[in-house]
């Protein structure tokens, strides 16, 4: 059976509140919650985090589905259609000079596990400047189901909403998924690049959590023999 059709519509500052609602979720995991640490700023961070980016980044690109009046999901795609953007990154660090590692902590919550962050994030960046520095492409940095409307085709409707950008300019898609979206992303043609697994019993938790790079090539790509 193939999934309802949702209409996807753009996400205003208005909708902030909401969003930031909706986006705490996945920081319930135990990942999240020794990432960030306090329980107080955990709930600080979606609309800290949402806020700057709808209105500092002009690569950003949120949509929502809005079921019986009630958010049922979110997305955040990043375009970059520049190749050298991960040289804008590098020439700020530059510029930051002996200081520029505090000011990376300073973005960090208040209260979070700066050794975490700094292994978890390091990875995450890191990655995508090695794998997709140097070319055009389409990020996906989130994408939430609220678990009411998980099963009803509302991820499925907001992954084919942005992929169909990625095909009009012909480009590929990153994303780094967590185990509970990697098998959606299976289905919708990305591809596992590399994982990365952070040891949680280091930092007082129980478990190792696992985050997968993926490559969603772009439509004109052909594989090797």
Known sequence: MSSPTYEILPILRIDLASISEIEILPLKREVSRIVFASPIQLQRVPHT???KSLTEDPTTR?????????LA???QWNLHLDPNWHLKDEKKE???GADSQDKKNKNFPPGANVEACEEFFGWMYGARKRIMGGQKFLLLALLITRPEFQGRGVGSALLKDGLAVAD???IPVWLEASPRGYPVYKKFGFQDVEHFD???SKYGGSTVSRTVGMLRPSKGATSSA
């Open 49 to 51: 985090r949402l806020k």
């Open 168 to 170: 009009k300019y012909n």
């Open 198 to 200: 952070l040891d949680l």
């Open 94 to 96: 530059e510029e930051g």
């Open 73 to 75: 999901g979110i997305a």
């Open 62 to 70: 949120f949509a929502k589905v809005v079921i019986g009046g009630k």
